[in-house]
């Protein structure tokens, strides 16, 4: 979805939560606690992992330990979060948001009573207090809500936790999952995958990928290769340190509403998604949620999937996957399924249950992106919009400023209005210098970078061709004022689109609707 500095969406449901509210109906109070006192102190998290430099005297650093475990009977599994708590704090309590919801019920606790608001309070005398809460699982990715259970393996996503503390230092919170003791598995970025696997490590320009190998066919070479690419050629400005790649025991002709999802910088997906055999590569996508996680908020919302879509493809087919004719037809959005309709990107109404997030807002980014090449004569690319940026756009018209920003023309605002807020979709450039995400690589394996054939006046993408061979055919929209055309009224078919939700945990459609009683953090789920 990440960074998942504040965890991208995606499906798993809504494990994923934020914020202070807890969900009536979770069970008897035990104790009572001012709700309103300021003395507590909502802690910040830091990075996954307990492991850190030597803190300043006063700080204090609170861990919290996720421990996973599969139950004797199926359909279940328990997480337990314990605590090492500091001397220096005199008060804890814990919320878990997820509790009260459908199929996740608390387990048991040492250490801690419940109170009439839902919060775990510390008794402030248990050296290492727990709380243990039991979540349902389902062997479909369809059905699943919490997660996925078969046989011999299951993956779970991690809730959110939400921890106060009283404490005259500065507090501190680091978290860690675990696969318990004794059970084969694998836990990071709050995925945690339980069952046979094999792990295998590469270092891609600083950056260390685990690839965890729950299918005995997977075969990551070229999934690594891209890794390889994508770290070194396509930047995002956004390093991570590691990053984790589950691949599950999934068959090849196993197809569902989810087919991956991503978790801060953790996904997964199925043996059959490392091939990138397609453009609208599924693990392409994935990689994308790992550099800009949760991209717009409010009416900037479809921007989180848009930009895995559309990046997800280019820097595919940039790698050499797939070909030309083939990716502009992945990018052409035209209809959207379940029906056709109108379409609106800064209105998720009007999208809600299709794949148009993903298929027009694609489109849309593709023609922005040509569009900004244009009027900048190639020296910014949409990519200037992004890199760098820590937080999401707050809301549609920051995204916009950012755009006009970069551009340094404020025409480009009325552009950009005319087919995110309203229903019309602009021409997808066929250009092909405007796919040409970096000259130095050599997609049609022709001999020549990218960037020497554009200079040659050859098609960077078809090995022979000169560009002018295709002058009949493409719309060199040079002007960048051409109509767009209304998404109701448009014929033809959408090539569906990678179908993962963004970043976060997930599985099943219905867990979004159970999802609204709580926030939801992250990025994404397939449609």
């Known amino acids: 979805m990440r960074d998942m500095t504040s965890r991208p969406v995606r499906t798993l449901v809504a494990l994923v939560v934020v914020g202070s509210l807890v969900v009536a109906g979770v069970g008897p109070a035990v104790a009572t606690v001012d709700d309103a006192d300021d003395s507590w102190t909502t802690l910040p998290t830091h990075a996954d992992g307990a492991t850190q430099t030597p803190t300043p005297d006063d700080e204090a650093v609170l861990h919290q330990r996720g421990i996973v475990s599969r139950n004797s009977d199926p359909g279940s599994v328990t997480l337990t979060f314990a605590y090492e708590i500091p001397s220096a704090v005199t008060g804890l309590r814990v919320a878990v948001p997820v509790v009260g919801l459908e199929g996740i019920s608390v387990a048991g606790m040492e250490g801690f009573e419940r109170t009439e608001r839902g919060y775990f309070l510390w008794d402030g005398e248990t050296e290492r ?8 699982v389902s062997d479909s990715l369809d059905s699943g809500v919490r997660g996925i259970e078969r046989d011999d393996w299951a993956l779970v996503s991690e809730p959110q936790t939400r921890i106060q503390v009283r404490t005259d230092a500065r507090p501190l919170q680091t978290t860690s999952l675990d696969v318990a003791d004794g059970e084969p598995g694998f836990a990071r970025s709050h995925l945690a995958y339980l069952g046979p696997h094999e792990r295998r490590n590469v270092t891609v320009a600083d950056e260390r990928a685990t690839f ?19 770290n070194e050629h396509f930047d995002l400005g956004v390093q991570r340190d590691t990053i984790t790649v589950f691949v599950l025991p999934l068959s090849g002709l196993e197809e569902g509403a989810v087919q991956a999802a991503t978790v801060d910088t953790a996904f997964w997906v199925g043996s059959t998604s490392l091939r990138l055999d397609s453009t609208g590569s599924v693990f392409t996508h994935e990689y ?26 280019l820097f595919a087919f940039n790698d050499g996957v797939g070909t030309y004719d083939a990716f502009l ?97 602009p021409p997808l450039p066929e250009n092909p210098r405007y796919y040409v995400a970096e000259p130095s690589l050599d997609p049609d394996g022709d001999g020549m970078a990218s960037g020497a054939e ?65 926030l939801v953090v992250g990025v994404g789920r397939r449609q």
Do not use: C
């Open 329 to 425: 037809d992945g990018l052409r959005a035209t209809r959207y399924a379940p029906d056709r309709r109108a379409v609106v990107l800064t209105d998720a109404e009007t999208w809600r249950g299709t794949k148009a997030h993903y298929a027009k807002g694609a489109h849309v980014l593709a023609a922005l992106d040509a569009e900004i090449q244009r009027r900048t004569d190639g020296e910014h690319t949409l990519r200037d919009v992004f890199a760098g940026r820590t937080e999401p756009f707050r809301n549609y018209r920051a995204f916009r400023a950012a755009v006009v920003e970069v551009t340094g023309e404020e025409s480009i605002g009325p552009w950009l209005d005319r087919y995110a807020t309203t229903d019309a979709l």
């Open 288 to 313: 994308v949620h790992t550099r800009l996680s949760t991209v717009g908020r409010e009416d900037a919302t479809w921007l989180t999937e848009a930009t895995a879509e559309y990046y997800g493809r």
């Open 212 to 230: 965890v190998l729950g299918a005995e066919d997977a075969d990551p070479e070229r999934a690594i290769a891209f890794l390889r690419t994508a």
């Open 454 to 518: 554009l200079d040659a006046g050859r098609h960077p993408f078809v090995e022979g061709a000169a560009t002018g061979q295709l002058q009949e055919r493409v719309a060199d929209t040079n002007a960048g004022t051409s109509t767009g055309t209304d998404t109701g009224t448009a014929t033809g078919t959408t090539p569906a689109p990678t179908g993962t939700d963004g970043s976060a945990p997930g599985f099943g459609a219905v867990a979004v609707l159970v999802a609204l009683a709580v």
């Open 129 to 136: 207090p727990t709380v243990s809460i039991r979540m349902a």
